[in-house]
C-alpha cells in the first residue's frame, strides 16, 4: 500500500518561503517520478514541478525562479523549497506520484500567501 503524507503548508506574507515535505512508503519512492501539484480555489488543478528517479526535474512557467523540488531517497521523502510567494501561489498543494490505473495522491497541505 502506497502511502504519500504532505506536510509543512501554511500561512506565509508575501515574499516570504515555505519548505513543502512528502513522505512516501510502500516501496515506490526510488522507482518513481514525483510531483507537486496544486489547486487554487474556483481553478483547475496544475502541475507545479517534477522529479524523476534521475533527478530530471522540470517545474512550471508561473514558479521557476522560485521553487525548487528535490527529494532525498534515504528519507523517502520529496521537497518543494518556495520562495519569493505571492498571492498567486495560494493554493492546496498536493504530492503525486503516477501509477497505472490511478495515481497515488496525498491528502494535501494548504498554502495561504497574505497580501
Known amino acids: 500500500q502506497v502511502r504519500l503524507v504532505e506536510s509543512g503548508g501554511g500561512l506565509v506574507q508575501i515574499g516570504g518561503s515555505l519548505r513543502l515535505s512528502c513522505a512516501a512508503s510502500?516501496?515506490?519512492?526510488?522507482?518513481?517520478?514525483m510531483k507537486w501539484y496544486r489547486q487554487a480555489p474556483g481553478k483547475a488543478i496544475e502541475l507545479v514541478a517534477s522529479?524523476?528517479?534521475?533527478?530530471?526535474?522540470e517545474y512550471a512557467d508561473s514558479v521557476k525562479g522560485r521553487f525548487t523540488i528535490f527529494r532525498d531517497n534515504a528519507r523517502e521523502t520529496v521537497y518543494l523549497q518556495m520562495n519569493s510567494l505571492s498571492p498567486e501561489d495560494t493554493a492546496v498543494y498536493y504530492c503525486?506520484?503516477?501509477?497505472?490505473?490511478?495515481?497515488?495522491w496525498g491528502q494535501g497541505t494548504q498554502v495561504t500567501v497574505s497580501s
Open positions: 503525486n506520484t503516477p501509477n497505472w490505473p490511478n495515481d497515488y
Open positions: 510502500g516501496r515506490i519512492f526510488k522507482i518513481n517520478a
Open positions: 522529479i524523476t528517479r534521475d533527478d530530471t526535474i
